[in-house]
């Protein structure tokens, strides 16, 4: 039976549950409970949140059923994307199949269009910040193998993607408009 995986964002929690369940336990199996505990709680909040929208005792619930679900089919279509042959990957692997646009120029202003509505729009300045991170992709291009490790580029292209097709719809609906005022 394959285990599905689980990114669990705050180690330090993580090794203070592992020391609450170690009685008895070697540090490598208290932390292998401790992950199998994790699995299992994330596992029933996502089943009560889809079943009951929301999750009951708890006054605010930063995770809605909306939130929930969309991070479901974020994770889900991440899965589903266009791969490179290896991993990690450059950005030229990432523009050639997942941005698709038909110059470098392109494919850097939809990346960095990308980054600041969906990154960067709080920030003040969203796209100085946006070409700031693409330039750190790069030069991580240039330093190492590459930038993009598998659980990144599924995460990044599944929400590139998603964020693209709203744009052509968008885009879709303006030139649509523009067509009915000329008739």
């Not at 599905?4 to 009685?23: N, R, T």
């Not at 990432?94 to 600041?116: E, G, M, Q």
Request: net charge positive.
């Amino acid at each position: 039976m394959k285990k599905e995986k689980i990114w669990f964002g705050h180690p330090e929690e993580l090794a203070k549950l592992a020391a609450v369940v170690s009685h008895g336990k070697t540090p490598t199996e208290a932390v292998t409970y401790a992950l199998e505990l994790c699995r299992e709680s994330m596992k029933a909040l996502n089943r009560i949140a889809l079943e009951e929208g929301g999750v009951p005792g708890f006054g605010f619930n930063p995770h809605s059923l909306d939130a929930t679900l969309e991070r479901i089919r974020n994770f889900e279509s991440g899965k589903t994307v266009p791969k490179p042959d290896r991993f990690p990957a450059k950005l030229s692997d990432f523009f050639d199949r997942i941005v698709k646009a038909k110059t470098p120029a392109d494919n850097t202003k939809r990346l960095r269009d990308f980054f600041c509505q969906v990154s960067f729009s709080d920030d003040v300045e969203p796209e100085s910040k946006a070409a700031e991170f693409i330039q750190r992709i790069k030069s991580d291009d240039d330093n190492q193998e590459g930038f993009f490790t598998e659980t990144k580029w599924e995460q990044m292209a599944a929400r590139y993607l998603e964020w693209w097709k709203k744009q052509k719809s968008s885009k879709a609906r303006e030139s649509a408009k523009k067509r009915k005022k000329v008739h």
